[in-house]
């Protein structure tokens, strides 16, 4: 099946700091990525759609300046947390739906990224 | 909107044995896709079956099937022969096919027994 690749899959970072994640698709154009926040045994919390080559579109109560996105191709989104605080701590998947003919809109996930701040 | 419920946060099954993890729905979609994925300890989401609501036939995918009850709003999941490498967090997801965001259920933690 489809694969999407997130990287780095684990980051510690000093409080203040930036952080950048990358998802990418490996083997399908993906106009549309979704990142995800998901807390210790709790469901995925959609943050956010990426949407190539335009704005991307938040869930209400996430901060666009916090969570910077960019889908800069068709294959690669990033999530930027920027000037990270403890309480960013969480752990952060993207995914990517192949919408090619015959695929039945799957949604194929990375493997997630801890992001530890200190 | 849509919402999906699951029922049951935690739930054990004996290796070889068979377990039912339940899933309900609400929306005003007609067309939609319903999945199961499975999240190990290793957190990597991974999917498991996935039904068209316009299909009758329940999907089924080696040892898992489901029953789905579009009148009812229901879309159980089946896992027979249990094995230990099924132990794992598995989240029930609706998508429109008018839309493009999935909708999670809250998940229900299997922990398979040996």
């Known amino acids: 099946g489809a694969v999407v690749s997130q990287h780095p899959s684990w980051v510690i970072c000093k409080s203040g700091t930036s952080v950048k994640i990358e998802c990418r698709s490996l083997d399908f154009q993906a106009t549309t990525m979704f990142w995800y926040r998901q807390f210790p045994k709790q469901s995925l919390m959609l943050m956010a759609t990426?949407?190539?080559?335009?704005?991307?579109?938040?869930e209400q109560g996430v901060e666009k300046d916090k969570f910077l996105i960019n889908h800069a191709s068709l294959t690669l989104s990033t999530l930027t947390v920027t000037s990270a605080h403890p309480e960013d701590s969480s752990f952060y998947i993207c995914?990517?739906?192949?919408?090619?003919?015959?695929?039945?809109?799957?949604?194929?996930f990375g493997a997630g990224t801890r992001l530890s701040v200190l | 909107a849509q919402t999906v419920t699951q029922s049951q946060p935690e739930m054990s099954v004996q290796e070889a044995e068979t377990v039912t993890l339940s899933c309900t729905y609400d929306?005003?979609?007609?067309?939609?896709?319903l999945f199961w994925y499975k999240q190990p300890p290793s957190r990597q989401m991974i999917l498991v079956i996935r039904q068209e609501a316009y299909k009758q036939q329940n999907a089924t995918e080696n040892r898992f099937s489901v029953n789905f009850q579009k009148a009812a709003k229901s879309f159980s999941l089946k896992i027979s022969d249990s094995q230990l490498g099924d132990t794992a967090m598995y989240f029930c997801?609706?998508?429109?096919?008018?839309?493009?965001?999935?909708?999670f259920g809250t998940g229900t933690s299997l922990t398979v027994i040996p």
């Open positions: 997801a609706f998508l429109p096919n008018t839309g493009n965001q999935f909708y």
């Open positions: 929306t005003s979609e007609s067309n939609y896709y």
């Open positions: 995914s990517a739906r192949d919408m090619g003919p015959g695929v039945g809109n799957i949604q194929y």
């Open positions: 990426s949407n190539e080559g335009s704005k991307a579109t938040y």
